[in-house]
């Protein structure tokens, strides 16, 4: 396995922001989650483990939110900084998700909710600002012109950086005509979308893919690894009708245990082994390796198993393969 040491991450474009990231961004969505049992799933000693890894091998851009964890994630995060010099790091955090039962202005991007919540966020991250600010999904509730002037008033007291959107998979329209609006008025558009994408979650090929293009915004996907399916822990026959599939939800199974979808799992086996990698690193090269994507986030549990996602940095394919694993899909923007 890939010492850390031996990583140091490259640092690519953010959009058109002027700034640079880590070529791969480091998701803390699993600090302070609370799994079925009732169990925490990683605790604060083991975040700031995993942090002390991710910016060991040279990573430098963090992404949280403020409902992770119940906003423990960006509390550890802000304890974690507190002993680091913080313009070193690039913070993301995201607003949507109503947090207090029985008060429908605690959820979207009304202005009460946005003002209200961006104040907790910092004070959580101990930090006057963020880099960007994400809004976790599209609110059809509130007006995009109150939204976009909303969000331009915190880039003006100088409490947020940078904007972005994250989903909005079908609907780029909708970030394409927000940023018209803010252009129009002379304020801060989205520079930074951040889409599901994978191998296997290809729906942002075409239309989303070239408004982000057009619009010069940086793409840093979430999900890179299928949920874990592409990690190589599903065996077909389990997967299709054994115990795997089983044990999973039934949204999992129907979205990713399927023929078409351990088909591409054969073709990621099959370049894994001629680059001598792990099928999750060439799923993550394969990601980096594609035109129009920034930096996919990813995220672990272990420090073992960061230090292998990471490691996918130091992992080159070629075109053929590239193309080979982008074709596995199939549909209609398999060649793209």
């Known amino acids: 396995m890939t010492d850390l040491a ?26 302070g989650k609370e799994t079925e049992e009732g169990n ?33 994630s960006e509390r550890w995060i802000g304890d974690w900084l507190a002993d680091r010099d ?3 790091y690039t913070i993301a955090s995201k607003i949507f998700w109503q947090i207090r039962d029985g008060d429908p202005n605690s959820r979207g991007t ?7 919540r961006i104040d907790a966020l910092l004070d959580r991250l101990g930090t006057d600002y ?17 939204m976009m002037k909303t969000l331009n008033g915190l880039v003006e007291d100088g ?16 970030v394409a005509r927000a940023n018209q609006i803010a252009r129009n008025e002379g304020w801060e558009p989205f520079s930074v979308l951040q889409p599901r994408y994978n191998l296997v979650d290809r729906e942002i090929e075409g239309d989303y893919l070239e408004m982000a293009r ?51 799992h054969d073709e990621l086996d099959a370049v894994a082994e001629e680059v001598d990698a792990s099928p999750a690193q060439t799923a993550l090269a394969w990601l980096m390796h594609r035109d129009g994507v920034t930096a996919p986030i990813v995220g672990a549990r272990t420090t073992e198993q960061l230090e292998e996602n990471l490691a996918a940095a130091t ?15 199939g549909g209609p923007y398999a060649g793209l």
């Open 6 to 31: 031996d990583i140091d991450m490259e640092f690519v474009q953010l959009g058109g922001t002027g700034i640079r990231t880590s070529e791969l961004q480091f998701g803390t969505w699993r600090f």
């Open 40 to 72: 925490v799933e990683i605790g604060e000693k083991r975040a700031h483990k995993l942090l002390d890894a991710y910016a060991e091998a040279g990573g430098r851009y963090i992404d949280t939110a403020d409902v992770y964890g119940g906003g423990e």
């Open 86 to 88: 913080r313009e070193r």
């Open 110 to 116: 009304n202005r009460k909710n946005i003002r209200h």
């Open 130 to 146: 963020v880099d960007v600010l994400y809004i976790h999904r599209w609110d059809d509730q509130t007006d995009a012109r109150e």
């Open 159 to 174: 409490k947020v950086h940078y904007l972005g959107a994250s989903t909005l998979r079908p609907d780029a329209w909708k």
């Open 214 to 264: 057009h619009e010069d915004l940086a793409v840093c996907p979430w999900s890179p690894l299928g949920q874990g399916f592409l990690t190589g822990k599903y065996t077909r026959e389990e997967g299709l009708t054994g115990e795997s599939r089983a044990a999973e939800s039934g949204r999992f199974a129907d979205a990713y245990l399927t023929e078409e979808n351990f088909d591409v």
């Open 315 to 329: 992992i080159d394919l070629s075109e053929e393969q590239v193309d080979r694993l982008t074709e596995a899909k």
